[in-house]
Nanobody, 120 residues
């Protein structure tokens, strides 16, 4: 079974840094786009950053210049390096991965979510 496991969240002061990771495991053939989303309670989940299989990246305007997404294809892992964190970055962060696997020809999977809290 394909599973995504997130780690790296926590409490940090404004201006600090965190690095999130999301590792995919299971009977994976290949992985397409990988991305990070975040959600504040009562609000819509929004895309923070994404990276395609060829390394093309996109970022939400609010995080450009502060966050960096990258992937390690050998480890089926995507990372989100978050620098210069602000209080408005506080949210639950979820990874999402498009996976070709023996479970389903192609499906998207969500990580369990990891809380990032930035204090002022």
């Amino acid at each position: 079974q394909v599973q995504l496991v997130e780690s790296g969240g926590g409490l940090v002061q404004a201006g600090g840094s965190l690095r999130l990771s999301c590792a995919a495991s299971g009977s994976i053939f290949s992985i397409n786009t990988m991305g990070w989303y975040r959600q504040v309670f009562g609000k819509q989940r929004e895309l923070v950053a994404s990276i395609t299989s060829d390394g093309s990246t996109k970022y939400a305007d609010s995080v450009k210049g502060r966050f960096t997404i990258d992937r390690d294809n050998a480890k089926n892992t995507v990372y989100l390096q978050m620098n210069s964190l602000k209080s408005e970055d506080t949210a639950v962060y979820y990874c999402n991965v498009g996976v070709y696997s023996s479970d389903s020809y192609y499906s998207h999977y969500w990580g369990q979510g990891t809380q990032v809290t930035v204090s002022s």
